[in-house]
């Protein structure tokens, strides 16, 4: 049971590159999201889905975008990458709130756009 | 806007030291709190939960209290370790949306062998 996986876990990209990070978990958890972690900020949320084909935006969802074709999988989408986008960036799955367990975390993708 | 914070931004105790992380929250409906640590380098972790309709939960070396009154939430670690060296975030859920988490901004524990 790998839980929740993030690839990659370092990237660096060139000011209006794209790129896509990928979220994949195997608990067949129905709710998945994106945070970014910057330093003093905490974790923001970006975007997330309560289940295949609903997606929504969180706080910080500018720049971004996502989609959740299947269960498993919520990657994220930079389509033109700003330096404001240097982050850490982490997925986090829930399998509904009746739960004791909270989110499970990826690992992080630490993204650095020059 | 509401947020989650935290009264102190580092902590540093002695080994075997009780520990007391404290976070104040300032909506009141928020109904679900929980705890997470995140190591250097690594995803937050879960340590414990609590719901409104409570006031203390125990896990094992750690104590969540709620003080609905106050607004404020803390957790309690016993016989402090260096393994729990991290920095620990508290999260509620703002009400509304049952699974969005607000995250505060984290507090440094540093445990002195």
């Known amino acids: 049971n790998a839980g929740v996986t993030q690839t990659p876990k370092f990237q660096v990209l060139k000011t209006g590159q794209s790129m896509t990070l990928q979220c994949a978990q195997d608990?067949?958890?129905?709710?998945m999201s994106w945070y970014r972690q910057d330093p003093g900020m905490g974790l923001r949320l970006i975007h997330y889905?309560?289940?295949?084909?609903?997606?929504d935006q969180g706080e910080v969802p500018n720049g971004y975008n996502v989609s959740r074709s299947t269960t498993e999988d919520f990657p994220l989408r930079l389509l033109s990458a700003a330096p404001s986008q240097t982050s850490v960036y982490f997925c986090?799955?829930?399998?509904?709130?009746?739960?004791?367990?909270?989110?499970?975390f990826g690992s992080g993708t630490r993204l650095t756009v020059v | 806007g509401e947020s989650v914070g935290l009264h102190l931004p580092t902590l540093s105790v002695q080994e075997g030291d009780n520990s007391i992380i404290n976070c104040a929250y300032s909506?009141?409906?928020?109904?679900?709190f929980i705890w997470y640590k995140q190591e250097s380098g690594k995803g937050p972790q879960f340590i414990i939960d609590?719901?409104?309709?409570?006031d203390k939960r125990q896990g094992q070396r750690v104590t969540v209290l709620l003080n609905k009154t106050v607004k404020h939430l803390s957790l309690q670690i016993a016989a402090t370790q260096p393994g729990d060296s991290a920095v620990y975030f508290c999260?509620?859920?703002?009400?509304?949306?049952?699974?969005?988490?607000?995250f505060g901004k984290g507090t440094l524990l540093t445990v002195n062998p």
């Open positions: 986090a799955s829930s399998p509904h709130r009746d739960t004791n367990y909270g989110y499970t």
């Open positions: 608990m067949n958890h129905e709710y």
């Open positions: 889905s309560v289940g295949a084909g609903i997606t």
């Open positions: 909506n009141s409906a928020s109904d679900y």
């Open positions: 609590i719901r409104s309709n409570m």
């Open positions: 999260a509620e859920n703002l009400g509304g949306s049952n699974y969005k988490l607000t």
